[in-house]
Structure formats: structure tokens, C-alpha cells
């Protein structure tokens, strides 16, 4: 019997610099790791994204640790997303280019605040790229729950014995959780969506039987402003 320990990272920086950890970021990962410790909660291994913001969450939570990188457990790639699905959007749906607009004027004037906060118009765009409503050259959502189930297999098939950590994002957190589940479907963003910067969610394995335990855990963010989800 193992546990994996699923954690997403920290929050991350502003939308024009998203893959980077805020300061308090890195606080919210350090708290983590205090936790852990204080709990007697130990590694027998550690895995992280590629990502800068999961890598750097990583090293706050377990310092000094080895933790093996694997690009399996990488968010999807948003800005493409709205690269390739934006000019569809635009043109389909006028409020999605109001609001748009409205946001690329709030990145312009650098208001951080709005720049961390997932609005309608992120939702549009990442609802489209699920749906696989147009067409896209990226990685597609298909391609990316393979992806993740893939990564997860390659933790489980490692049998370790005992606590193993995992640094990742928030999707790959929900897409893992919902094939718990037994959900192949849209509903793995339902889950992602309220996940909590530098929470854990922990997976039970015994033999190739994997099952949610616990979802979205912050016992360490005990005051309501460490509590973010971008």
C-alpha cells in the first residue's frame, strides 16, 4: 500500500508571467511542507512537472529532496489554447469578444489582481478546447488525459512502498481524481476548478487499484487570505 500525495503548486505569478511562483506562492508551499514534517508525513519518492511553478513548489515542500522530473504531469497549455481558439471565439460569440478585449486592456495596465483571476472568458476558451468544438493543432483534451493517465500509471507501476509526493497543477490533480471515479469525461475541470493553490489530494494504490482518499486538503492555510486558486 502506497499513498500519492497530489499537490498543486503555489500561486503562480501574473497571466503575462504565469509559470513562476508569487511570493505568496512560495509561502503557501513552504507552509506545506511544515505540515508535512510536523505530521511525521515522509517521501519515499517525488515527482514534479516540468513546469517552473511545480518544480519550484517542489523544492519549497521538500527541500533538498530528489524529486524526478516528468513532463507527464505538465498543465495544458492555455496560452496556446487561446492562441489557436480565441479568433474562433471572436468571431462566434460577441460577448466572448468583449470580454476579451477587456481583458488584454487589464494585462495592459498590469492589474495583477485581475490578471490571477479565471473569468468567463477563460472559461469560453478552455470549454471550446474540451469540446473539441474547432479546430486546434495543439494537444487536445483527449491527448491530454491520455497524457496524465499515462504519468499516473508510471508512479503506480514504480510500487513504492509508502508516501510518494507529486507537484503538479490543478487539471492534471481533477483528470486524476475523476479516473478514480470512473469519469472519462468533461467533469475532470469541475474537479480541478476548486483546487486550492498548494492543497493535496491523496490517491490510496494496493496493487493496480487506485482510489481517492482525500480531495483539495489545506489543513496548513489556516488563515483565509493564503487560501488563492490561481
Same mark, same amino acid.
Given at each position: 500500500?502506497?499513498?500519492?500525495?497530489?499537490?498543486?503548486?503555489?500561486?503562480?505569478?501574473?497571466?503575462?508571467?504565469?509559470?513562476?511562483l508569487s511570493e505568496l506562492g512560495r509561502t503557501q508551499a513552504r507552509l506545506l511542507?511544515?505540515?508535512?514534517?510536523?505530521?511525521?508525513?515522509h517521501f519515499a519518492a517525488a515527482y514534479s512537472?516540468?513546469?517552473?511553478?511545480?518544480r519550484a513548489t517542489g523544492a519549497e515542500v521538500l527541500p533538498g529532496a530528489e524529486i524526478t522530473v516528468d513532463p507527464g504531469w505538465d498543465e495544458f497549455?492555455?496560452?496556446?489554447?487561446?492562441?489557436?481558439?480565441?479568433?474562433?471565439?471572436?468571431?462566434?460569440? %460577441?460577448?466572448?469578444?468583449?470580454?476579451?478585449d477587456e481583458m488584454q486592456q487589464a494585462i495592459a495596465r498590469?492589474? =495583477? @489582481?485581475? /490578471?490571477?483571476?479565471?473569468?468567463?472568458?477563460?472559461?469560453?476558451c478552455v470549454r471550446a478546447w474540451v469540446e473539441g468544438r474547432y479546430p486546434y493543432k495543439? %494537444?487536445?483534451?483527449?491527448?491530454?488525459?491520455?497524457?496524465?493517465?499515462?504519468?499516473?500509471?508510471?508512479?503506480? =507501476? @514504480?510500487? /513504492?512502498d509508502g508516501n510518494v509526493a507529486v507537484f503538479t497543477s490543478a487539471?492534471?490533480?481533477?483528470?486524476?481524481?475523476?479516473?478514480?471515479?470512473?469519469?472519462?469525461?468533461?467533469?475532470?475541470?469541475?474537479l480541478a476548478a476548486v483546487m486550492f493553490n498548494a492543497s493535496f489530494t491523496t490517491l490510496r494504490v494496493h496493487g493496480d487499484e487506485v482510489r481517492l482518499f482525500t480531495m483539495n486538503a489545506t489543513p496548513h492555510l489556516s488563515e483565509a487570505h493564503l487560501r488563492t486558486f490561481r
Open positions: 500500500m502506497s499513498v500519492l500525495y497530489l499537490v498543486r503548486h503555489g500561486q503562480a505569478g501574473t497571466r503575462e508571467n504565469y509559470d513562476s511542507g511544515e505540515h508535512f514534517r510536523a505530521q511525521g508525513i512537472g516540468a513546469l517552473a511553478r511545480q497549455d492555455l496560452s496556446n489554447v487561446y492562441r489557436e481558439l480565441a479568433p474562433f471565439l471572436i468571431e462566434d460569440d %460577441e460577448r466572448f469578444r468583449i470580454e476579451y498590469q492589474e =495583477a @489582481a485581475v /490578471h490571477r483571476k479565471w473569468n468567463d472568458c477563460d472559461k469560453k495543439g %494537444e487536445s483534451w483527449i491527448a491530454f488525459v491520455e497524457r496524465i493517465h499515462q504519468a499516473l500509471a508510471r508512479v503506480v =507501476a @514504480a510500487a /513504492h487539471t492534471p490533480i481533477g483528470v486524476s481524481a475523476a479516473r478514480t471515479l470512473e469519469l472519462f469525461d468533461g467533469r475532470a475541470m469541475w
